[in-house]
């Protein structure tokens, strides 16, 4: 006769069959919740690989110059990631690297760009949790996307200087499918002989259905430039920004001024002789306002439906109209809209609002925007006589009327 247990029970084996349902029943439930995690990773919804860490660098192999920004972990790390984690965080350094501030050139090019701080808390595929990036070396942005390339630009803006280019280019930069150089190549002008190589170099990596662009505005009043671009292609799209070329010549002079104190009086450079009313055509900030007369050599190279001519006026009033008009014309989605402008009063014109996980909006630097000296009023009226009929014949050849002679 067995043993009685406790209070003369007899011994049960349903303990141990409870342990051994709760040990499956947790296993069941791990791997459930093990699936569903590689299904949540799978649709990239994943938060935990978002990607690599960005911040300061500390020295090491990868950190790269102190001071700059730099990947963490190296090529076999990254080899790791999911290629979906990686295209995400090569996106955010590109939307942060489009709103840096160009840099100035050696040639004279002046920043045109307010500073901003580069944090993308909150911004798209960012934490949200006050997460920042700082600039990556180029190599390492290579190693994010294997499929990031250097192409010859597709559009460049082409004119005019003082026309409202700088403006222009800084507006496309948000839209997530324009990439552009901040700096002027001027390689159509100057460094032609350089060669294509290395023109293309100096381009941003682009994606699968994004354009490479760039803006040098003396294209436009250089002879050789349109045979030149043509020969690089013949579908290459142009964009020109003009500006009524009696306020552009005075903006033109007004920058000469603020290098060269020292300069002649606007009146003095405008005639060749004063008596007569001669204009001195010679003077360049003359000379780049004979639109008409510019567009003949490009013409000849390529059709008018090739070329977008955007008004400097209207980039002021209305610069989200001139922007659907220029992403219609480079085939874009509309995506820059009336929400990304705010018109900054003190300045007196328009500035993008800020971007999300940006400590300050967006707007044209102290160099833009410049008080103009006060022209005798004589001399002005000159100047429109003389523009009128180029005026009214670039009217005819591009079949828009700007409105600088009403």
């Known amino acids: 006769m067995a043993p009685l247990g406790p209070a003369g029970a007899l011994p049960t084996s349903a303990e141990p069959l409870s342990r051994s349902i709760f040990r ?22 994943c ?21 700059r920004g730099v990947l963490a972990g190296g090529p ?54 006050g997460s920042s990036v700082a600039e990556a070396p180029q190599g390492t942005l290579a ?27 800084e507006f496309l930069r948000v839209h997530p499918d324009v990439r552009a150089v901040g700096a002027e190549p001027h390689f159509f002008d100057r460094s032609y002989e350089k060669g294509l190589a290395w023109y293309r170099d100096l381009m941003p990596r682009t994606l699968d259905g994004q354009i490479t662009m760039e803006k040098t505005p003396s294209y436009f009043v250089t002879r050789e430039a349109p045979a030149r671009i043509s020969a690089m292609s ?60 510019h567009l003949e050599h490009w013409l000849r190279h390529f059709p008018i439906r090739q070329m977008l001519f955007v008004s400097g006026e209207r980039l002021i009033s209305d610069p989200a109209g001139e922007l659907g008009r220029v992403q219609d014309f480079l085939g874009l989605k509309r995506i820059i809209t009336d929400k990304h402008f705010y018109f900054n009063k003190t300045k007196g014109f328009p500035c993008l609002k800020k971007a999300e996980g940006s ?39 591009t079949g828009h009327d700007f409105g600088w002679d009403g």
């Open 234 to 293: 013949k579908d290459t799209k142009l964009i020109v920004v003009v500006r009524d070329p009696v306020t552009r010549a005075i903006s033109d002079y007004t920058q000469t001024l603020s290098k060269r104190p020292d300069i002649p009086t606007f009146e003095s450079l405008t005639f060749k002789n004063r008596t007569t009313g001669l204009i001195d055509t010679s003077w360049s900030a003359i000379q780049i306002g004979i639109y008409a007369k």
């Open 143 to 169: 190693l994010l996307l294997d499929e990031g390339s250097k192409q010859l630009p597709q559009a460049i803006i082409i004119g005019v200087k003082k026309g409202g280019t700088r403006a222009l280019l």
């Open 76 to 129: 076999r790390e990254l080899a790791v990631w999911p290629a979906a984690a990686q295209r995400k965080r090569l996106l955010q350094l590109q939307q942060w690297r489009r709103r840096r501030p160009p840099s100035p050139r050696d040639n004279g090019e002046e920043a045109a760009w307010e500073e901003e701080s580069p944090g993308l808390a909150g911004g798209p595929g960012g934490s949200g949790a």
């Open 359 to 397: 400590s300050r909006p967006h707007c044209l630097g102290k160099t833009k925007g410049r008080t103009h000296p006060e022209i005798d009023r004589e001399v002005v009226r000159r100047l429109r006589e003389f523009y009128r009929p180029f005026n009214l014949k670039f009217y005819q050849m």
């Open 24 to 45: 499956k029943f947790l296993l069941m439930l791990c791997s459930l919740l093990t699936s569903l995690y590689v299904f949540y990773c799978l649709a990239e919804r």
């Open 47 to 67: 938060q935990t690989l978002s990607g690599p860490v960005v911040g300061l660098s500390g020295g090491g192999e990868e950190a790269g110059a102190p001071g």
